[in-house]
Nanobody, 124 residues
Framework: QVQLVESGGGLVQAGGSLRLSCAASGRTFSSYGMGWFRQAPGKEREFVAAVNWSGGSKYYADSVKGRCTISRDGAKNTVYLLMNSLSPEDTAVYYC?????????????????WGQGTQVTVSS
């Protein structure tokens, strides 16, 4: 089992930045591909970013490419999502997830473990 706890969400003005953190505990963190998804009210959960087990490969949704950076710190068992140039369209609950493999980092069903989510609200 892997337990994931997100933090770092909050209220920010448009154009601002936030760094989300996801602390993992349980089984070996370094063996899992990690990802971030988000879900806005009335919308389906969507892929935001993913990083493979080594941190050497990173993937981003087109909607956040160039504005977001995903990273992982094995020593701290933590994955981060730095988000810049935020807009109201980024308002959502952001979820950390673990467990993807192969090329399916963008599919929520490929992840085995999920955090409880952290709210990000961007005001205009």
């Amino acid at each position: 089992q892997v337990q994931l706890v997100e933090s770092g969400g909050g209220l920010v003005q448009a154009g601002g930045s936030l760094r989300l953190s996801c602390a993992a505990s349980g089984r070996t963190f370094s063996s899992y591909g990690m990802g971030w998804f988000r879900q806005a009210p009335g919308k389906e959960r969507e892929f935001v970013a993913a990083v493979n087990w080594s941190g050497g490969s990173k993937y981003y949704a087109d909607s956040v490419k160039g504005r977001c950076t995903i990273s992982r710190d094995g020593a701290k068992n933590t994955v981060y999502l730095l988000m810049n140039s935020l807009s109201p369209e980024d308002t959502a609950v952001y979820y950390c997830a673990a467990g993807w493999s192969g090329n399916y980092y963008h599919i929520a069903g490929q992840y085995n473990y999920w955090g409880q989510g952290t709210q990000v609200t961007v005001s205009s």
